[in-house]
């Protein structure tokens, strides 16, 4: 349930669970945006981050 796809081309996350519009906190470790990601922390500052996350590659 905590996984999120890319929307659009800003860079922003849709969670699957909630339709939540999210971003990649900067201390996530990933270099690119993957298309799709799994999650393990929402968290919620200034901005709805998602944190701990691991890239899904559809071929899997």
Known sequence: MQAAH??????SYLTVKDNQVV????????????EWV????????TRPYIRT????RPEW
């Open 23 to 34: 971003n990649l906190h900067p201390s996530c470790g990933l270099d690119t945006q993957p």
């Open 6 to 11: 890319k929307e659009g081309e800003k860079g």
């Open 53 to 56: 996350v691991t890239d899904v």
């Open 38 to 45: 799994l999650f393990n922390e929402f968290v919620l500052t």
